[in-house]
């Protein structure tokens, strides 16, 4: 189901059942909202102890006057379900919807999430309040989305996930001997007899089985999906046919965002990038990364459900965003695909966990302060640029990010057990591209790969079944591929392929993997061009962690060694394979290297922005495409004025200012039939 609007989102996080008792704010905030150019709140996240105070008893009489309100006002409402914190009578009378640790122990009710996902108690309740909702609000005009729960993640090790987690892998595998084959279990004679036999991984049992390890982290998103499509279908047998979404986070570690993505209409996420702990253009390129892969989750756009409007309360040093920073963030969401960019929180909690944590409205009261006028300034723009809602980003680069690649690599006990870098080597070829002005998607295995233009696999460590021949089709039909190191090594159970690496490219690489460096901290070699290489590289760059030594069959060296026993052995080399062109980067190079190899290769291959002149540092631009119009957004995180490189041909100004260098964290959006 397709989610339309007319707008772009602006809003947040609000609260008002913590402030039912005093009617005067809850006029003001009305107010506040307004002014601020606030035209969408979510409610009802956590308020399932106020909606349902006691079983069976149901309170929604506060909540209706709130959405008319909102509505009257022309504030569109994304309701949610309750489910992310149950209340305290259902804690008490329904024990086993608390979870149990991996040690087996089961918590008290407390904070939030702390719930089982297995339960048939858990899920029956939920689905009853979810019905009520929907039955309820499902129709009202001022609600136009449902936020299912909030924020999943966490798991559960209970006598109901045991048994589930039994059944998932009697359905995967079919037999116990498939399975001990798969885990290769005679390792340590832990052979399994039967699935009655297999526990979760706990610190108290088993945890080196890593084909067991990997299975339980895909267990636990399948049954996280399995719960928010029985959430989904609650609403829908309450009679609401609205679409839904649910708030991810970041690089979550725990939950395969592809797989959750499948239950949603509309991916949103929240956003708290520490931009005072390095420079602020590092924080933008991860951020826009994330804004990216949330956007590639479902290849349509996104939006920003939460971020911080000033300091957060949770993390280490609680640092103020400083002026212009929250225009910066908000524009970047919108510049990467986004359909909205909001906040939490629309009024400060005055107790608990997060009273001092950012807010639309402090503690104050007033809309004379710097957050609010900030907030009242992206609320005009995005008016400004409202047409941008409903266009889409196309990408000529891909980068491989698989959750389930991610989880064998950081458990395999393999080269660096301590700083594999897998982050900072996405983030290496993120930013080289991203300094070419080109739009980037972040794409799995599952994915469809054909599309793209340049493909590339950094520490692509597992290989499921089929996606070597995906690879070799799109190297063969004219595609250029880049493999790192440590790509190729395992396949989908964590088993290592025999007959040599990276498996299946081989071939398409022109060469074979043969050992791989583990690098102390303090070590470090170089990478040295050869004299009339494909690109005119002349630099000679450090590279640190790991270094692969290969063999060559066929491949051209291009950079080699410059230091230990491995010293000229080719540490970049090149390949034609088909139609296409394939490059293995042998080692983890620093940031310069992929900047300046990927400038050349993109020149080389004729894959560019379409601007005139260079781009200059910390300018970041995004293209956005609707109705045969393409808009372009310039963002400055660097440190300094910029002047910014404008397209070819007959432009239409939609916000700021091209006849000035464009100040940092300022924007210029255009627009080009």
């Not at 929180?345 to 005055?350: D, E, T």
């Not at 050992?515 to 004299?531: A, V």
């Not at 034609?576 to 490059?583: E, H, L, T, Y």
């Amino acid at each position: 189901m397709e989610f339309k609007t007319q707008k772009l989102l602006h809003g947040g996080d609000y609260n008002p059942e913590q402030w039912l008792d005093r009617p005067d704010i809850l006029e003001k905030d009305l107010e506040m909202l307004e002014e601020a150019g606030c035209n969408t709140v979510s409610l009802g996240i956590f308020s399932w102890a106020v909606l349902e105070p006691e079983e069976g008893v149901f309170h929604f009489e506060w909540l209706e006057e709130i959405i008319d309100r909102l509505y009257e006002k022309g504030i569109s409402t994304i309701l949610a379900t309750p489910s992310g914190a149950r209340p305290k009578w259902l804690a008490d009378k329904y024990p086993e919807v608390l979870r149990v640790d991996e040690a087996r122990r089961r918590q008290l009710f407390g904070h939030r999430h702390n719930h089982c996902y297995t339960s048939p108690v858990y899920r029956e309740k939920t689905g009853i309040i979810n019905r009520k909702l929907a039955e309820h609000f499902g129709k009202h005009p001022g609600v136009i989305l449902w936020h299912i729960s909030n924020e999943y993640g966490g798991e559960c090790h209970c006598p109901l996930c045991q048994e589930a987690f039994r059944s998932w892998l009697k359905e995967r595998y079919g037999t116990i001997e498939k399975l001990n084959k798969c885990w290769n279990t005679t390792f340590w004679s832990h052979t399994y007899q039967s699935f009655d036999q297999i526990e979760s991984p706990s610190s108290i049992g088993e945890t080196q089985l890593h084909g067991l390890n990997l299975d339980w982290k895909r267990f636990v998103s399948f049954q996280t999906a399995d719960f928010i499509r029985q959430e989904v279908r609650s609403v829908r047998e309450g009679g609401s046919s609205l679409p839904v979404t649910a708030n991810l986070m970041h690089y979550f570690q725990t939950l395969d965002y592809f797989k959750l993505a499948k239950e949603l209409d509309i991916v949103s996420w929240d956003t708290y990038p520490t931009w005072h702990k390095e420079a602020v253009l590092e924080t933008a390129y991860d951020n826009g990364m994330c804004h990216d892969l949330m956007r590639s989750l479902k290849g349509k756009p996104f939006f920003q459900m939460e971020s911080c409007p000033t300091s957060t309360n949770w993390q280490s040093v609680s640092k103020l965003k400083r002026p212009g920073v929250l225009f910066a963030q908000s524009m970047q969401a919108i510049a990467h695909g986004g359909e909205g960019a909001m906040y939490f929180q629309v009024r400060q909690s005055r107790g608990a966990s997060e009273k001092f944590h950012g807010a639309i409205i402090d503690h104050y009261g007033g809309n004379d302060t710097r957050v609010f006028r900030e907030v009242a300034k992206t609320g005009r723009v995005l008016k400004q640029i409202s047409e941008l809602a409903g266009s889409t980003v196309s990408s000529q680069a891909a980068i491989l990010y698989d959750w389930e690649s991610q989880w064998a690599m950081n458990d395999s006990q393999g080269p660096r057990n301590k700083g594999l870098h897998y982050h900072e080597a996405l983030l290496k070829f993120y930013r080289g591209f991203r300094k070419q002005g080109l739009n980037v998607d972040l794409v799995d295995m599952d994915c469809d790969i054909q599309k793209y233009r340049v493909l590339a696999i950094p520490m692509g460590y597992m290989f499921k079944e089929g996606f070597a021949e995906k690879v070799r089709k799109f190297v063969e039909e004219g595609g250029i591929l880049i493999v790192t190191y440590w790509s190729g090594i395992a396949d989908d159970t964590d088993l290592c392929y025999l007959g040599g690496t990276p498996h299946g490219l081989m071939d398409v690489l022109g060469i074979r993997s043969t050992e791989i460096d583990g690098l102390y901290d303090w070590e470090e070699n170089s990478m040295i061009p050869e004299e009339k290489n494909s690109l005119g590289l002349e630099k000679t760059y450090v590279c640190k962690n790991l270094c692969d030594l290969v063999e060559l069959r066929g491949a051209k060296p291009e950079m080699t060694y410059g230091s230990d026993f491995y010293q000229g052995y080719a540490a970049v080399t090149s390949h034609s394979f088909g139609k296409g062109q394939a490059w293995y980067v042998a080692a983890d190079g620093e940031a310069a290297f992929y900047e300046d190899f990927l400038k050349r290769l993109m020149q080389e291959c004729c894959v560019a922005a379409a601007v005139k002149g260079e781009i200059p540092t910390g300018l970041e631009i995004t293209t956005r495409e609707k109705d045969g119009v393409c808009y372009y957004i310039y963002q400055n995180f660097g440190t300094a004025s910029v002047k910014i490189p404008v397209p070819e041909g007959e432009i239409q100004v939609i916000y700021g200012d091209i006849e000035k260098e464009l100040p940092v964290y300022e924007m210029v959006v255009l627009k080009k039939q």
